[in-house]
């Protein structure tokens, strides 16, 4: 035991998860703390906007497997972090928010700067905790890595009042942590083992979907081992995407609203379907009523208030996606006869060279310019997206190759996520080259950040499909309300070349394909972050496209 | 969102600390499940108490509810308790206006048929407690209506299961 400050026991237990660096911004609230940041080894990231101190540390944990962690001062340095918070939620992404608050004594007295953040994050986290002394505060940070970083995954807020921060008192470290209603299933019940391989012995469609879980957990080769194994072709989400190579042959692309014509249409063919790590929503389903009605399913996941919640699988099996399948691929090695499939597979390679006549890949489109991207990246280049147009072109046409390279704010859809996370993506893998993939509507909500981006020398590259207007609003305005565009003209979209240089970044804007990928090669050999500016066309859609409440396979291609 | 179906008992043993209440509630809330009554105390164990739910639905709703409660990191436990299996009580608090003095003896009367007790006398009311599964509770309420009832006070359901069965934490 050690008599310190509450401000010094809690930079210490940071020190003892293993915190290299914190995204936040300083505040009356969480001076203290700051002040012991001062003399800390811990890097601390001037960001300039709380929310993207929360997605920097969202895309940092997303790109590194590791909990990032963001602070924020009381009031709207806490209510600015929410956006941020929500995101990680649905996304399930270990983060671990600090926020400063008024004195104990003036708790519930509407004080200066004083929100309920408590109240406020409790349905967006995984749990919650506010310090009532010092001498708790190392006990509630090892408390709050632990539940962000195991069994599903997802953010803790800590809420230090400022006089906790000041307190003196003896402090212990290393003095574990209790939780006794938190004890995450991680291990694959035999018997619900039993019945899934018997399923997949007998399956002659056999289909997997994997989402996000499959890359929590680190079971991408667990994924593909069962997958060769079973021939069983794989199916991602837009948060499965990395879990699989997609230049595999068993690779179909991603699934769901704005998924591949291949995927849309073999995995409604199933008769047996693997979901792994995946909650099944809507975006990935379409009408979930009719969705694989003829298949039986069997669903992996960790958390088991997503088993069952939106589709009841025959086989439920509540446990980590990489136990559970190679529990499966023990069992099925022993007994199964490997069998060709020479007819799935025949259906499948036609469905793929059907996609590949249909899609149409020329001129300043997106598709085209994406997939001439794709080209020149190293395998390891790690991608993030806005949200929208921008979003579902990455989606469909930036090929995955590796886990943690593709990171896009699938639950929330939050615009302005991208830039903030390829931030802390870059901090996370310094050596690979990070690309956010933008929208001129997304980029503008959280562009002020190319100044934390250019202060903090974390070079990146801002792709910026300019279409000036809210494309997917449009898009869906074009498609379902007769074409009468609301409020989705963006009007005077700032130079980004002149804004890109203005915080002292690099601005370039292309007018061909040929120029967009010279400016890409000069951008990542860049040591300050380049925003490319690619003006393309407000009526272009993104196909193809299952429409809202149809079944996947009711495809819209233009 | 009003359900249709039928009744169902939700018991949890809790962590015995502000705001579990608060997340509990707002987790019914936030997924639609409707409340129809809820009582908290203490446990049979330290710094534990038990929350008792009543809910309307069907088993697919109420598999949910149990899923939604475990994830909470401050619930330690969650049973659903079989009503052949169950002991449930209500406690109601009823004022009666007797200012007519006839109704008096009448009020208790009644009370003492249904095992309850006048717990407060005043010139012109009485409070009657009576204990009792729900429905004997909204069967007395009723008795009392035609004589001046004034106010109403329920705890709502608290249960345990019969037996050495128990939802009690390992």
Redesign the interface.
């Known amino acids: 035991m050690v008599k310190m400050t509450g401000a010094k026991a809690l930079i210490e237990s940071l020190k003892r998860q293993k915190v290299e660096v914190i995204f936040g911004i300083p505040g009356g609230a969480v001076l203290p703390i700051y002040d012991v940041l001062y003399d800390s080894d811990i890097k601390h990231i001037l960001m300039r906007h709380e929310q993207c101190a929360a997605h920097a540390s969202d895309g940092y944990a997303r790109a590194s497997g590791r909990v990032g962690v963001c602070m924020a001062t009381s009031g709207p340095g806490a209510t600015n972090l929410v956006t941020g918070i929500a995101n990680a939620y649905m996304d399930s992404s270990p983060i671990v928010a600090l926020t400063g608050n008024v004195p104990r004594a003036f708790i519930g007295k509407d004080a200066f700067q004083e929100t309920d953040i408590?109240?406020v994050t409790?349905?967006i986290t995984?749990?919650n905790f506010q310090i009532k002394n010092a001498k708790e505060i190392s006990k509630i940070v090892n408390t709050a890595f632990y539940?962000a970083s195991t069994g599903r995954p997802g953010p803790v807020l800590i809420d230090l009042p400022k006089d906790t921060q000041t307190e003196v008192d003896d402090i212990e470290f290393d003095n574990g942590i209790i939780?006794?209603?938190?004890k995450p299933n991680i291990e694959p019940h035999p018997l619900q083992i039993e019945k899934a391989v018997k399923l997949l012995v007998q399956a002659e469609k056999p289909v997997i979907i994997a989402g996000g879980g499959v890359i929590t957990s680190g079971a991408p080769q667990e994924l593909l081992a069962l997958a060769e194994l079973l021939v069983a072709p794989i199916a991602t989400t837009l948060m499965g995407k990395g879990s699989v190579p997609e230049n595999h042959p068993l690779s179909l692309g991603m699934l769901g609203m704005h998924g591949t014509i291949t995927a849309n249409k073999i995995v409604p063919e199933a008769d047996v379907l693997l979901a792994v790590g995946t909650r099944f929503s809507d975006r990935s389903t379409g009408k979930v009523e009719t969705f694989c009605r003829d298949a039986k399913i069997i669903h992996i996941d960790i958390?088991?208030?997503e088993?069952?919640?939106n589709i009841?699988p025959h086989v439920p099996i509540v446990a980590d996606a990489k136990l559970a399948l190679k529990a499966i691929y023990d069992r099925l090695i022993k007994s199964f006869n490997k069998n060709e499939r020479s007819l799935w597979m025949n259906r499948i390679q036609e469905q793929k060279k059907q996609q590949a006549e249909m899609e149409n890949k020329d001129g300043m489109t997106p598709p085209h310019l994406l997939v001439e991207l794709r080209k020149i990246l190293p395998q390891d280049a790690i991608i993030t997206t806005e949200v929208g147009q921008n979003q579902m072109w990455s989606a469909l046409y930036l090929k995955t190759y590796k886990p943690r390279t593709f990171i896009s704010s699938g639950g929330l859809g939050t615009m302005g996520f991208g830039f903030p996370a390829s931030l802390g993506a870059k901090v996370a893998c310094p050596d690979v080259p990070v690309l956010d993939i933008a929208g001129d509507g997304s980029f503008i909500m959280t562009e002020q950040d190319l100044a934390t981006s250019v202060s903090w020398n974390i070079p990146v590259t801002v792709i910026v499909l300019n279409n000036s207007v809210l494309g997917m609003v449009a898009q869906w305005q074009r498609m379902f309300y007769n074409r009468r565009y609301s409020a989705i003209d963006l009007g005077k979209i700032p130079d980004f070349v002149k804004l890109a240089e203005a915080y002292g970044a690099q601005g370039v804007r292309v007018g061909s394909p040929e120029e967009f990928i010279k400016a890409v090669k000069m951008a990542m050999k860049s040591e300050v972050t380049t925003v490319i500016d690619v003006p393309i066309s407000s009526e272009q859609n993104v196909f193809p496209m299952v429409p809202p409440g149809a079944e996947i396979d009711k495809i819209m291609i233009g | 969102m009003t359900r249709e179906g039928r009744t169902y008992i939700v018991s949890a043993i809790v962590e015995h600390k502000p705001g579990v209440l608060y997340s509990v509630s707002n987790m019914f809330r936030r997924r639609g499940f409707n409340i129809e009554t809820i009582t908290v105390g203490a446990s049979e164990q330290k710094d534990l108490a038990r929350l008792t739910v009543t809910i309307k639905g069907d088993e697919r709703m109420v598999e949910q509810v149990v899923k939604q409660l475990q994830k909470l990191i401050d619930v330690v436990k969650v049973s659903i308790l079989d009503p052949e299996y169950t002991v449930t009580r209500e406690l109601a608090l009823v004022k009666i206006s007797t200012l007519d003095t006839k109704v008096r003896s009448d009020v208790i009367n009644y009370t003492e048929i249904f095992k309850g007790h006048v717990v407060d006398v005043a010139h012109d009311s009485l409070v009657v407690e009576i204990t009792g599964d729900s429905d004997k509770i909204n069967a007395f309420i009723e008795l009392m209506k035609p004589f001046g009832l004034k106010e109403i006070a329920r705890t709502g359901i608290t249960a345990l299961s019969r037996g050495m069965k128990s939802a009690r934490m390992e």
């Open positions: 408590v109240g409790t349905p995984k749990c539940v939780l006794r209603g938190y958390d088991a208030a088993v069952g919640k009841r």
